[in-house]
């Protein structure tokens, strides 16, 4: 099992800053990806970015640019560096762990989700 524990949301105007993190605890996987899913309105997830240890990165366009993630691997933590906010970047961001590659599944561990408000 794994656990995990997200933080850093909150009410940023445009053009703004925020980092979120999310740590995850229990049997940790040599192999294993981590990232961000944003939901939008009508509950559709969309990723935002992806980091595995193959290595491997990736970025929804719309992002690129200007979110970064990072991971501390001996604290087991991703984070996403979002800068240059704008009020489209707006929703629930969720955080995941995957063992092994590829983009994550729904059987996958999930964060609570974290509120990101753009808005001035």
């Known amino acids: 099992q794994v656990q995990l524990v997200e933080s850093g949301g909150g009410l940023v105007q445009p053009g703004g800053s925020l980092r979120l993190s999310c740590a995850a605890s229990?049997?940790?996987?040599?192999?294993?990806?981590m990232g961000w899913y944003r939901q939008f309105p009508g509950n559709e997830r969309g990723l935002v970015a992806y980091?595995?240890?193959?290595?491997?990165?990736v970025y929804a366009d719309s992002v690129k640019g200007r979110f970064t993630i990072t991971r501390d691997m001996a604290k087991n933590t991703v984070y996403l560096q979002m800068n240059s906010l704008k009020p489209e970047d707006t929703g629930v961001y969720y955080c995941?762990?995957?063992?092994?590659?590829?983009?994550?599944?729904?059987?996958?561990?999930w964060g609570q989700g974290t509120q990101v408000t753009v808005s001035s």
């Open positions: 995941f762990y995957r063992r092994g590659f590829g983009l994550p599944l729904p059987s996958d561990y």
């Open positions: 980091d595995s240890t193959a290595p491997s990165t």
């Open positions: 229990g049997i940790i996987a040599s192999n294993n990806a």
